[in-house]
């Protein structure tokens, strides 16, 4: 069944303004990273829509805030680089490194608005969450997988994936990174979808737990993640909130 069905790539003039109006606000460089191989629908796509986002970014002394590096099973001296980003599917794109904050599927239509938001933050050097969350994440011991399961037609999803990402992205920011926020599309991996048994999105899973249905408050998610660090998942009690979408 093809993946294309799941998913509509739309970079006409207008997402193009709009795209171009909102990076023209970048401070400092964002590094995204496009994972890609055979027989993949959306590879194309995802290098399509990562190189007009990179493109789209502004000039400081002749070199875009934005660089891309996209790498392919196909050659072998990337499969170096797939192994120690511990990149396994694809596409996968990476914001700032792919061990931290990651995508694995394509981030279209909703999820555009997240990863550009993601890209703004970083760019900005503020993540936007409380100093407690940070005090907290600075001082997490213990690694924590946080897999954001979404849909691109999502509306709520983007909100979910954007706190996941800024806690991952605080967490290294305060030198302690052992956090990963992985975005995973579940048309295109169903088998994780599977796991979980999502039947709404935005659904997230920490280290191999589903632990949140809807998009939580970063208060809860903050404390999760640290019982979580602590080796404490098993403990933690699936909370569901109203902002979800069925699938």
Known sequence: MSVRKYYHLDLGPDFLEELKETLSDMVKPVDLEVFVGPNCESCEDTITL???IADSSPEVKGRKLISLSIYSKEREEDLRIFKEKEVERIPTVGVLDARIIRYTGIPAEEEIRGLIETIMRISEGDSGLEEETGRILASLKGKVHIET???PQCPYCPYAVLLANMMAYEAWKRNNPVIISDTVEAYENPDIADKYNVMSVPAIA?????VFVGVPYEEDFINYIKEAAEGRVAELKLKEFGDKTSI
Do not use: A, C, I, S
């Not at 920490?206 to 589903?210: E, Q, V």
């Open 50 to 52: 990562m190189k007009t």
């Open 149 to 151: 399961v979404v849909t």
């Open 206 to 210: 920490l280290n191999g737990r589903l």
